[in-house]
């Protein structure tokens, strides 16, 4: 939704960015955001009538300058007040409606997580892991494990049947 209303707010120079300060504002519901709404709302009116009341037939004089002037300047700042209110208002709201979670101590087994997306938990217990034995080395003659040999004859095999059907086809 965030990129929505940036892009919204960009593709139309700034006339449009009174609607990413509505939704913050809405979303948040702070004071400070609907008094920057009005106060973003009342600099595009401006601008819109400057631009208006210029006499320029090709260009923009002196109050339509003035009114992309303010368009343009104001897109700037509120797109990075939205960015940076709204990613602070979501987060805070993660931390909030995350369960309360104790903090882990040396010798206990670490907890399950809670599901995630609607996948079921599964109730078997996590083992902790053993100590493994590093591999023995390959001797001299034998370079590839056999595991590789195995997917190197896969392989051949594959290709050779895939010769075949080119062939025949």
């Keep these: 939704m ?51 009341v210029d006499k320029g037939d090709e260009e923009f004089t002196g109050p339509g300058n003035t009114g992309m002037t303010i368009l343009v300047a104001t897109l700037v700042p509120v797109i990075a007040y939205y960015l940076t209110m709204d990613i602070r208002h979501h987060a805070r709201l993660a931390r909030a409606q995350a369960p309360y979670q104790q903090t882990q101590f040396p010798g206990y087994p670490p907890q399950q997580a809670p599901p995630a997306y609607g996948y079921p938990t599964q109730n078997t217990p996590v083992p902790a892991p053993a100590p493994t034995p590093a591999p023995p080395p390959n001797p001299p003659g034998r370079q590839a494990p056999a595991r590789i040999d195995q997917v190197r004859a896969e392989l051949d095999e594959l290709s050779d049947y895939l010769r075949k059907q080119e062939g025949g086809s």
């Design 2 to 52: 965030r990129v929505l209303f940036v892009v919204l707010a960009a593709l139309t120079c700034g006339l449009l960015a009174w609607a990413a300060m509505l939704r913050l504002a809405l979303v948040t519901r702070a004071v400070r955001d609907w008094v920057l709404f009005v106060a973003v709302v009342a600099l595009d009116v401006l601008a819109v009538v400057l631009i208006g």
